[in-house]
């Protein structure tokens, strides 16, 4: 991590593939080692190891991705230069609040984060599910990082995209016809429960950083009632106050729903909105039924 953030120190944008090769002559890796590939056979292990020390630094907040492909240094990675580390490391690394939410989305349960501790041995499907944790704990921060740097129309997409995928609103061309327009007195639009249309769902999304209180989660309340509507969906990409969470619960002519930016990342994730898959594993076992000779 050390030598990637070092590499980067000047304050501007560098292609991955530059501060890669950087990285690889740092370590005096010779050519065989640089084309060493892993396992899967997709991707080589210099590079896999780059983006690794890349996507932990940046959930720490010492790097960020100005453009597609490209990595600067932050202000907090300056400041951790300066100081002149031996090392950096993820004892280091969870100094930062950003980095310990992360950790606290992705480690297992028998984790303490204590680098002493010494945990029970896990088995391989453990190791597997620990890391696919991590794995998806990483890529829903990105993307919803990326919904926030969105324009609010392409906000709007994502969101009707995500409620067709998930079986309201009929089709995409359906859909965007009722939702994406200037709403009236904070909905932004309505989209059927089902293909039939017998029931409606009002919508609004805000694409906010600053948490959501309970007037905004009333003012949608309220507005619902001119659509005659008894279901509503508000997703934001920040979250929303306690106290807008408690009006909600205590509702009881009405059913809504509050999304916030985490369980937004989420969903886009398990409905593949914004996402695609990069590798498959196939975790095979002995067929008994297979050689089972009494059954022959």
Known sequence: ??????????????LMKDVTRGVA???????????????SGQQTIISNRVAWAKAHMKMAGLLENPVRGYIRI????????????????LRILRQYPSYLEFVK???TSDQTGDENHVSEPKTPKEVIDSAYRTLRAALAKELLEKVRASSPQFFEEVVVRLLVAMGYGGS?????????????GGVDGIIKEDRLGLDVVCIQAKRWESTVGRPVVQAFVGSMEMYRARKGVLLTTSSFSADAQDYVNRIESKKVVLIDGETL????????????????YLVKKVDLDFFNEEGE
């Open 1 to 14: 991590m050390l030598p990637l953030l070092e590499l980067v120190a000047d304050g501007k944008d560098h």
């Open 25 to 39: 002559s740092r370590f005096e890796l010779s050519a065989d080692e640089r084309r060493q590939l892993l396992p």
């Open 74 to 89: 932050s202000s907090v990675g300056r400041e951790l230069l300066e100081k002149k580390p031996g090392r950096i490391d």
């Open 105 to 107: 989305k992705s480690q």
């Open 172 to 184: 995409l061309i359906d859909a965007g016809q009722r939702i994406g327009r200037s709403g009236d």
């Open 265 to 280: 990342s989420d969903l886009m994730i398990d409905y593949n909105i914004g996402v695609s898959v990069a590798e498959t």
